[in-house]
């Protein structure tokens, strides 16, 4: 296995091209073909906290980072109208409050609650009191947990160069052609418009929703999720600021989808994700420039897309990344996330001695258990409301959902309990913030609780209160912390 060969650049074709040639440096002879007549979709500018892993491999600096990519910083969701219209909630990067070895924090907020506590939950949170003072800080004992926001065209700019510095190539040209050899069906070569043929030994399939090779050329087949999570288009734009960056998203749901707002350090990016079967897309770019702060920098843009994913990601001698692989809607910022995650499989189970199917195997299942898990925590969203305002959620209220949430909805319902299954990517923090925050109460919390007698459930909710005060206080604003660590590097 000695030649690669990257079909499509963009976010995941970047990103495999820097951590490839980082993993294996000259050992590889890594190929990256991309022509500037195909634009990429290059909206997801939002991410989750996992990202900074792989900048620790590329041997990025945070500092030279933010930079590049007029990055400013994430310390979560926060969701309006979701639950119902007028609420919202912040779904943070850390656990609630304080937590011990047999309880969560949120099963003694549960029975304070019962008690007279008014505070919602996402008061006992680091980050969303530290996102809502428009704060950012690492200073003092406790660290809150962060992602970024960045621009995702200028994120590819700065991977390609860090791709070229290990001896990536990148060969500009238009695939027309996938050449199968007769016998294995495995991918030969790529033939580009000029006529020339480049060849390989490993390919990976960054083409978008295409899927060039994994499913025109491989014929790798889908599994639709529509029935689940309705939307399938998108409209975005850019705004210009006209207040200073905020650390968090925003996701606000409208009649029948979501609009996203996410501020960088010099525009905003917004857009609305809708379903076509219940607004046309007049309507769709409507609601969305009806609800914008800020001038246009750019004309709003429509996004087709299906949920679901390839049967395969791994297709004989075909590996695919990103929206060539699979798509879930951005509501929780896991496209990224996904694209990193599988390109570290890849390298974990690189076939350097010819692909071997108990590697592809492996590769398969981790995939597919991962996007569905992730699948059932987006679909969560949708079916976890009382909003009974429009067809579209009366839809999604009542839908039947996956076996897998079902029980974890029940188990929640019923306790309390939530588990984490097979080192899946939402862990227990996440699942109470949503559940929660969209009116999911427990009907009861754990025993372990009734320790506390009530005058020490008061105390603990005020201590939790008093600390968070105390540790975002001087804390500086976003925009000064940003101003701080995100200087041009040193020449």
């Known amino acids: 296995m000695k030649r690669v060969v990257i079909v499509g650049g963009g ?126 800080g690492q200073s003092g004992e406790r660290k809150a947990a962060y992602a970024y926001h960045f621009d995702a065209g200028l994120y590819a700019q700065l991977l390609r160069r860090i791709s070229e510095d290990d001896g990536m190539r990148r060969t500009e040209g238009k695939v027309v052609d996938v050449n199968l050899d007769p016998e294995s069906g495995f991918i030969e070569s790529v033939t580009l418009e000029s006529g020339k043929k480049i060849a390989g030994d490993l390919f990976i399939d960054c083409s978008g929703f295409r899927g060039l090779l994994i499913e025109q050329a491989l014929q790798t087949g889908w599994e639709d999720w529509g029935h689940w999570l309705r939307n399938d288009r998108a409209v975005a734009v850019q705004t210009e600021l006209v207040v200073p960056p905020a650390p968090y998203t925003r996701s606000i749901a409208r009649s029948c989808g979501w609009q996203w707002k996410i501020p960088l350090q010099n525009r905003v990016g917004n857009g609305l994700v809708y379903s076509s079967n219940h607004m046309s897309e007049d309507e769709a770019q409507k609601t ?130 939530i588990f984490r299954d097979n080192n899946e990517l939402f862990s227990q923090p996440s699942w109470v913030a949503v559940l929660i925050g969209q009116g999911l109460l427990p009907e009861s919390y754990h025993p372990f609780v009734n320790i506390k007698s009530d005058e020490e459930l008061r105390e603990l909710m005020t201590r939790v209160k008093a600390g968070i005060a105390q540790l975002v206080s001087p804390q500086p604003s976003h925009s000064e912390f940003i101003e701080l660590y995100s200087r041009p590097p040193a020449s």
């Open 11 to 136: 976010t995941a074709g970047w990103m495999a091209a820097a951590a490839l040639s980082k993993a294996f440096g000259k050992t590889l002879a890594i190929e990256l073909i991309e022509s500037d007549e195909i634009g990429t979709v290059g909206v997801g500018e939002a991410t989750i906290p996992p990202i900074r892993n792989l900048h620790l491999l590329l041997e990025l600096s945070e500092g030279d980072f933010l930079h590049a990519v007029n990055g400013t910083y994430k310390l979560g969701i926060e969701f309006e109208n979701w639950g119902d219209l007028g609420e919202k909630y912040f779904h943070p990067f850390s656990a609630h409050g304080v937590d011990t070895w047999a309880a969560q924090f949120h099963h003694f907020w549960v029975k304070a609650r019962q008690k007279g506590e008014s505070a919602p939950l996402d008061e006992f949170s680091l980050e969303a009191n530290m996102a809502r003072a428009n704060k950012f």
């Open 288 to 417: 969305l420039l009806d609800n914008l702060e800020g001038k246009l920098i750019n004309e709003p843009r429509t996004i087709r897309f299906r949920t679901g994913r390839r049967l395969k990601q791994w297709n004989k001698n075909c590996v695919a990344l990103g929206l060539a692989s699979g798509f879930l809607e951005p509501l929780e910022s896991t496209s990224i996330h996904l694209i990193q995650n599988n390109i570290i499989r890849l390298v974990k189970l690189f076939p350097a001695e010819g692909i071997e199917q108990s590697e592809v195997d492996q590769f398969n299942w981790e995939v597919k258990q991962e996007i569905e898990y992730i699948r059932d925590f987006i679909i969560a969203h949708y079916h976890v409301t009382r909003r009974a305002d429009s067809p579209y959620w009366n839809e999604c209220r009542e839908m039947e959902i996956p076996e897998s949430l079902a029980h974890k909805l029940q188990l929640f319902k019923a306790g309390g309990k």
